[in-house]
T-cell receptor
Framework: SQQGEEDPQALSIQEGENATMNCSYK?????LQWYRQNSGRGLVHLIL?????REKHSGRLRVTLDTSKKSSSLLITASRAADTASYFC????????????FGTGTRLLVSP | DGGITQSPKYLFRKEGQNVTLSCEQN?????MYWYRQDPGQGLRLIYY???????QKGDIAEGYSVSREKKESFPLTVTSAQKNPTAFYLC?????????????FGQGTRLTVV
């Protein structure tokens, strides 16, 4: 079964707007990671946040983690058409930490 | 260049045949993974390996088999027992020694049953 569930499933915005995606998970984790996938391609790692961290930034990306609610959010600020892709959260579980489990993904469309 | 390579990019299989998907990495990573992705869906874990000569079943291992004879290689065989094998298959690797590490992905193999 998939550990993470992303919300919304799809998001359509205009260039310059911010995009927020949420991820909920079920069990204790070591870390949570966000990945991007362009259509028909492999995944590319964006950012990793450890279980003892609450917020992390990387360029236009901001990730938050709330372990009490078992949820995370990814914010992309000042979006560009090139940000159009699917975004997935992945959790590295506390038991058997090398097992990396992905969520269902959010499809983001950024229109010029 | 260091990276993870999957081959072939496209693969067609007749019903009843076994096929093997290749995954090779030169990143010196200990852990390797196979995922299946169906259209518009997330990734589901098939098998993973943390060390040579050892591997674990993921969530959807039925109808698949793997081997890990070398650190660099983690081939996936889709057997005739897999009832619905048409999908996009992704291989990934991660370092073993550090817990908080990212995964590196290949570009995927699209398997179609004809």
């Amino acid at each position: 079964s998939q550990q993470g569930e992303e919300d919304p499933q799809a998001l359509s915005i205009q260039e310059g707007e911010n995009a927020t995606m949420n991820c909920s998970y079920k069990t204790s984790i070591n870390n949570l990671q966000w990945y991007r996938q362009n259509s028909g391609r492999g995944l590319v790692h964006l950012i990793l946040i450890r279980s003892n961290e609450r917020e992390k930034h990387s360029g236009r990306l901001r990730v938050t983690l709330d372990t009490s609610k078992k949820s995370s959010s990814l914010l992309i600020t000042a979006s560009r058409a090139a940000d159009t892709a699917s975004y997935f959260c992945a959790t590295a579980l506390n038991t058997g930490f090398q097992k990396l489990v992905f969520g269902t993904g959010t499809r983001l469309l950024v229109s010029p | 260049d260091g990276g993870i390579t999957q081959s072939p990019k496209y693969l067609f299989r007749k019903e009843g045949q076994n096929v093997t998907l290749s995954c090779e990495q030169n990143l010196n990573h200990d852990a390797m993974y196979w995922y299946r992705q169906d259209p518009g869906q997330g990734l589901r874990l098939i098998y993973y390996s943390q060390i040579v000569n050892d591997f674990q079943k993921g969530d959807i291992a039925e109808g698949y088999s793997v081997s890990r004879e070398k650190k660099e290689s983690f081939p996936l065989t889709v057997t005739s027992a897999q009832k619905n094998p048409t999908a996009f298959y992704l291989c990934a690797s991660r370092p073993q020694v550090a817990v908080n590490t990212e995964a590196f992905f290949g570009q995927g193999t699209r398997l179609t049953v004809v």
